[in-house]
C-alpha cells in the first residue's frame, strides 16, 4: 500500500507540473529513456528531476495517437488512445506509417470518405480494427484518389481504420456515432 501511495503522489506531481505548462513545446528525443514522441501543434512537455531520474511527460491536444512513451528499469509511462500492443496488432510489420490520405467525417453515422491529393499506383485495402486489434471489417478497392465507405456492419463506438497502398500504411481512430 505504501508503494501505490508513493507512486499515486508522483503521478500527481507529474501532472500538476505538466498542468503548469502552457502552451511551450519541445521535443525530447535524445533520453536513453525515451522511446518515442511525436510533434503537435498544441501542447506541451515537463522535465522533472524526481528521485534522481529524469523524467519526460508530454502532453498535446487533439491527437489521435500514441503522443509519448517513457520508460525506466521499473517503471513505463504511454500516453495517448493507440497502446503500443493494440497498434502491433494493427499495424503491418516493415510498412512505413507515411500515408497521405484523409477519411472524414469523424465522427460518422453511415458512410466514411476516403480522399487521396494523389492518385495511388495499386489496389487500396481499408481495414476496420475494434479496440481490442480484431479486424471487424475489411474491403479492397480498385486505385482511386475518391472512395466512399459504407462499413454498415460496425456498431456504435471507437475504431482504428488502417488503410494500406503503394507500400505505405496509416491509421486513423474514428468514432461511429448513432
Known amino acids: 500500500m505504501k508503494i501505490l501511495t508513493y507512486i499515486t503522489m508522483r ?34 512537455t515537463v522535465q522533472a528531476q524526481i528521485d534522481g531520474h529524469q523524467v519526460v511527460v508530454q502532453q498535446t491536444i487533439g491527437q489521435s495517437s500514441i503522443i509519448g512513451a517513457a520508460k525506466t528499469e521499473n517503471v513505463s509511462a504511454i500516453q495517448g488512445f493507440i497502446q503500443p500492443l493494440l497498434l502491433d496488432k494493427i499495424l503491418t510489420p516493415d510498412v512505413p506509417q507515411v ?70 500504411q496509416r491509421v486513423e481512430k474514428i468514432l461511429k456515432s448513432k
Not at 503521478?11 to 502552457?22: A, E, G, H, R, V
Not at 511551450?24 to 528525443?29: I, L
Not at 462499413?151 to 463506438?157: E, F, K, R
Open 11 to 44: 503521478i500527481t506531481f507529474l501532472f500538476s507540473l505538466l498542468i503548469m505548462c502552457l502552451q511551450g513545446f519541445s521535443q525530447v528525443e535524445s533520453s536513453s529513456s525515451f522511446l518515442r514522441g511525436t510533434a503537435s501543434s498544441a501542447g506541451s
Open 99 to 168: 500515408l497521405e490520405a484523409k477519411i472524414y467525417p469523424n465522427p460518422f453515422v453511415e458512410n466514411l470518405f476516403l480522399e487521396f491529393d494523389l492518385m495511388p499506383e495499386t489496389n487500396i485495402v481499408i481495414s476496420a480494427f475494434d479496440i481490442m486489434g480484431k479486424v471487424v471489417w475489411s474491403k479492397s478497392y480498385a486505385s482511386s484518389n475518391f472512395i466512399s465507405l459504407e462499413p454498415t456492419n460496425l456498431t456504435y463506438g471507437y475504431y482504428f481504420f488502417k488503410v494500406e497502398c503503394d507500400g505505405m
